[in-house]
């Protein structure tokens, strides 16, 4: 396949796929956030409200996915061709998935910050453009619209370096154990499994990326990520560090089954389909 080829598969596949993801598991993210939350559950709105955020997260996860898969694909097709450098396939998939992490970030983090305010209903009943617009307004671009940038880079980083190698290793590993390619079904598994792993250990990143989105702007200005982290410790204690642990682990190892699923079926269908083969 071209390298054209590769980019607009992956961008049809990463915008099917986080879109699809969003709109079935959008309600388990809110009761994560509430979790999260320094307010507590309860008073972030406990179990009402559960698809409120949910415009912002739509509009924003088709052009995430696909900014993400579009680098990664590209940056590993890249790097794998460089037989001068010999770089370990590892290696070689936790650099793509890092770089596609910081091109997502540039959408994901003012849909998180509007989504995530929309989920906190003690943040008011304010629409989402209404929230961008007075974060850009008051706080500008870094400190508004990008807060929380550097701890999301802190928490999807992580991620992305034990999810996609775990992915990749899972697939080669079921893939030569069975002789044979695998089904869509096969690598939404692999996806699930790499995911829950990768989102179990992340949690405390998670936590404090949400303690800062939800501050208030004064606060926000103090805030960094292990200062978050060292006060959630010595307020909250470990239990603190790992708030929304389970409905983040289940939410992300369902969501791997549909991301990682929708995405081979559609890159396969496309793939199937030689619309950007070289053959005449």
Known sequence: MTNSGIFFTSLLGGGVAGTVVDVVLFPVDTIKTRLQSERGFWKSGGLSKIYKGFLPAAAGSAPCAALFFCTYECSKSLLASQEVLKIPSPVVH???ASLGEVAA???????EIAKQRRQ???QGNISAISILRSALRNEGIIRGLYRGFGTTLSREIPFSLIQFPLWEYFKATWSEHSGEPLA????ALCGALAGGIAGGITTPFDVAKTRIMLADQSEAQKNTI???LRRIYIKEGFSGLCAGFIPRVMWIS???TIFFGMYDLVTSTI???KFFSDDP
């Open 254 to 256: 369902i969501g791997g």
């Open 120 to 122: 906190d209903l003690t």
């Open 226 to 228: 292990m200062g978050v």
């Open 184 to 187: 869509s079904s096969q690598v």
């Open 105 to 111: 970030c540039l959408i994901r983090v003012p849909v």
């Open 94 to 96: 936790m650099v793509s």
């Open 271 to 273: 793939s199937a389909s």
